[in-house]
């Protein structure tokens, strides 16, 4: 089983700032298989970013993903109030899937 | 619109049975593999378990093995999770979940809003 390790547990930012949320696998994701979710309180996931680096439907261009291997990252360019949220790392290259314990990102 | 909506959820005692429902619309189901996911309350995310699109392929978690079964009626666009043996520890939120192609090995890229399970005396 793939465990990964999010990093840090809790990001303390304010608006307009840049956030920078780590991924570690404990081996290598199969084809760069990682995904990042958002997931306000009260409320179901939503799909940010998937292949690692790739940009789902709807998804604005101030989030971006990048890594490959084991090591992976999420970045918000610039923060907006709406992007306080948690943030969830999955990998779906191997059985069983797995996700990170999550970063929040709580305004500063 | 892809549209995903859990029942069967409430609440159930120690060792006792429920069977989870997941209505599909809004595209073509049995091209798509599907996945329960979890969250226990005020905890992460964990992946329970996955069906191909075809219905004959499945995989679950170590921690359902046994007790959970997840099954398909592509007739009925309608993804199951039969539960039983029910602990504690399986108190969550049971999310439904489409993945982005017809094998498990697709991201999650909708999720319905999730239905209640209490495990409780």
């Known amino acids: 089983e793939i465990v990964l390790t999010q990093s840090p547990g809790t990001l303390s930012l304010s608006p307009g700032e840049r956030a920078t949320l780590s991924c570690r696998a404990s081996?290598?994701?199969?084809?760069?298989?990682l995904a990042w979710y958002q997931q306000k309180p009260g409320q179901a996931p939503r799909l940010l970013i998937y292949?690692?680096?790739s940009r789902a439907t709807g998804i604005p261009d101030n989030f971006s993903g990048s890594g490959s291997g084991t090591d992976f990252t999420l970045t918000i360019s610039r923060l907006e109030p709406e992007d306080f949220a948690v943030y969830y790392c999955?990998?779906?290259?191997?059985?069983?899937?797995?996700f990170g314990g999550g970063t929040k990102v709580e305004i500063k | 619109e892809v549209q995903l909506s859990e029942s069967g959820g409430g609440l159930v005692q120690p060792g006792g049975s429920l069977r989870l429902s997941c209505a599909a619309s809004?595209?073509?189901?049995?091209?798509?593999?599907m996945s329960w996911v979890r969250q226990a309350p005020g905890k992460g995310l964990e992946w329970v378990s996955g069906?191909?699109?075809?219905?004959?392929?499945?995989f679950s978690a170590d921690s359902v093995k046994g007790r959970f079964t997840i099954s398909r009626d592509n007739s009925k666009n309608t993804l199951y999770l039969q539960m039983s043996s029910l602990r504690a520890e399986d108190t969550a939120v049971y999310y439904c979940?489409?993945?982005?192609?017809?094998?498990?090995?697709?991201?999650?890229?909708?999720w319905g809003q999730g239905t209640l399970v209490t495990v409780s005396s």
């Open positions: 292949g690692a680096s």
């Open positions: 809004g595209f073509t189901f049995s091209s798509y593999a």
């Open positions: 069906i191909g699109g075809g219905g004959s392929s499945t």
């Open positions: 081996q290598s994701v199969t084809s760069s298989y």
């Open positions: 999955q990998q779906y290259g191997s059985s069983p899937l797995t």
């Open positions: 979940a489409k993945a982005g192609g017809y094998n498990y090995d697709y991201e999650i890229d909708y």
